[in-house]
């Protein structure tokens, strides 16, 4: 019989009782801290250097057609928001 699975991990694994038991042997076996894998945290970069985040008030009519335009370019506002202001800075 299938034991309860008590949620998810960050890349859809279900959480069993049995996978909390392996894992618990693996940590109290101990780690090779030499063979972990540092991974970063946080966004990743989108330019050669940290971005700053502006902030911009927007009407209501102007964020619905920033939502849409996003929307229909499979983007998100962020990108579309970005691009615009590059076409309009003429920046590349």
């Known amino acids: 019989m299938a034991r309860k699975a008590h949620g998810k ?5 279900p959480i069993t009782d049995e996978l909390i038991e392996k894992l618990a042997r693996e940590a109290e076996a101990g780690y090779d801290t030499e063979k ?7 966004r990743p970069p ?3 250097a940290a971005a700053s985040v502006e902030s911009v008030r927007l009407d209501p009519e102007l964020r619905e ?7 229909r370019d499979h983007a998100t ?6 691009n615009a202001l590059r076409r309009y800075l003429d920046v590349a």
Do not use: D, E, N, P
């Not at 991990?9 to 694994?13: E, Q």
């Not at 057609?65 to 929307?71: G, V």
């Open 9 to 13: 991990t960050a890349t859809g694994l």
């Open 36 to 42: 972990m894998v540092r991974r970063r945290a946080g």
């Open 46 to 48: 989108i330019g050669a």
């Open 65 to 71: 057609a920033l939502a849409q335009r996003a929307k």
């Open 77 to 82: 506002t962020s990108a579309v928001i970005r």
